[in-house]
């Protein structure tokens, strides 16, 4: 399944098939070239000069390098279309030719290589072909089209940072935002729209377990933190198993653990690392109070001190759940699925990634609001994995490559046509 699946022929799909080669080029060099998070500088210039030459009104260095470039054609509805533009510390393995050898020392000071490992690359490149189709198609809309290149999503600030700047009180306020994320578990060119929660609250915490350490020969005088910090991984698992109800989503996953420093010596601290999903506010608020409540009544059970209690932080870069409304949902649904076809549009599954496009229908939910997927699976590969039943690359996976034509072709398409829609005479 790809862009080349004949769709209705109409001037949306014949512009963006003619302009596919040029934005081919830009998804080239926005993979060869990515930046991390908060340093999308060369990136978020490259997007600007194009909107400029467009015809939008352009605005950079909102909330960091973020982009705002505005159309304006006589009154109507606001039409927010968003990009994200930041790579991933991955060091690419594809093999592709135009592969990413770009290398950096972070924001923590390692040295890493980098990536458009989540498919941000595409996302430049169809808001490029979307912004240039509604700018040669003004005859056909009134209203006003804000298009945002943001950053940082990665990191769950970008989006944040550019509410924060000002984004809707310094440029035209929007009553609908869309944007879409290609997708490694959907076929090359297929898109999935998912009502309701779609992608999920995502939390990190940090547990500092303490002990009273010692000579590892001597237990007996001792607090051993790493048993203790066994005993709390293992009790967070009824978190999920016995305190949420069956019928919610809920993850606790440990991902880090580390302490002590060597074979016969007990130490004082451990440290964990956790990453907690949902998608309900309640759920949410469950699985925080849970883990500050098991690291705590372990600590007691274990005999630790008083003044040695674990200490849970929540880390303050929460990226909430991500909700499509409706009636968008369903009206764009059946937009596309006349457009491309039964076969190209599914009815998708929530998932527990996380995406900080949600702030911008958090901020007003009076907002209509959706973030839908576009398959990136590239063909022979899909067919290979048993359609789909068989392990594939990934987002953010150093071997994610997706058919980037087809995810380029249909979003620029899907999207255009969804602005028009929205913005029709």
């Avoid at 699946?5 to 081919?24: E, G, I, K, N």
């Avoid at 808001?127 to 943001?150: D, E, F, P, S, Y």
């Avoid at 879409?180 to 729209?193: K, N, R």
Wanted: with cysteine.
């Amino acid at each position: 399944m790809s862009f080349s699946t004949p769709s209705a022929a109409d001037p949306v799909h014949d512009a963006t098939r003619a302009a596919l080669p040029q934005l081919m080029e830009f998804y080239r060099d926005f993979h060869a070239n990515p930046e991390l998070s908060l340093h999308e500088v060369k990136t978020a210039a490259k997007l600007a000069e194009e909107a400029r030459k467009a015809g939008f009104k352009v605005t950079e260095k909102v909330g960091g390098t973020g982009v705002v470039a505005v159309l304006e054609n006589g009154a109507g509805p606001v039409v927010l279309i968003r990009a994200d533009m930041d790579g991933l510390p991955v060091t690419e393995a594809t093999g592709l030719p135009f592969a990413s050898k770009v290398r950096t020392t972070n924001d923590e000071g390692i040295e890493t290589g980098v990536m458009h490992a989540c498919g941000h690359d595409t996302h430049m490149a169809s808001w490029i072909g979307t912004l240039r189709n509604l700018a040669a198609m003004k005859a056909k809309w009134h209203g006003t089209v804000v298009m945002i290149a943001q950053p940082a999503e990665e990191r769950g600030m970008g989006a944040r940072a550019m509410i924060d700047d000002g984004l809707f009180t310094r440029f035209p306020k929007p009553q609908f935002a869309l944007a879409f994320h290609d997708s490694a578990s959907q076929p090359a060119g297929q898109i999935g729209v998912t009502p309701g929660y779609a992608l999920a609250n995502v939390d990190s915490v940090d547990v500092l377990v303490k002990g009273v350490g010692g000579h590892g020969a001597y237990p007996q005088t001792t607090r051993d933190p790493i048993v203790l910090a066994a005993r709390i991984v293992t009790s967070l698992q009824t978190l999920v198993s016995r305190e949420v109800d069956p019928q919610e989503a809920a993850v606790v996953t440990v991902g880090m653990i580390k302490g002590g420093s060597t074979h016969n010596i007990i130490g004082s601290d451990v440290t964990m690392l956790l990453t907690v999903r949902s998608f309900k506010p309640e759920v949410r608020k469950l699985l925080l109070d849970g883990i500050a409540r098991i690291a705590k009544g372990e600590a007691i059970a274990a005999g630790v001190p008083e003044d040695r209690m674990p200490e849970v932080k929540v880390r303050d870069n929460f990226t909430p759940a991500t909700f499509n409304t409706q009636p968008l949902s369903d009206r764009m649904k059946s937009l596309w699925t006349a457009r491309f076809g039964k076969d190209r549009v599914a009815e998708t599954r929530a998932v527990m990634g996380g995406e900080d496009f949600s702030r911008y229908w958090l901020a007003d939910q009076s907002i209509q609001s959706l973030i839908f997927w576009v398959g990136g699976v590239p063909a022979d590969k899909w067919a290979a994995s048993d359609n789909g039943r068989k392990p594939l690359p990934s987002l953010h996976s150093a071997y994610w490559a997706p058919d980037a034509e087809a995810v380029i072709g249909t979003a620029t398409e899907a999207m255009t046509a969804a602005a028009l829609d929205i913005l029709k005479k």
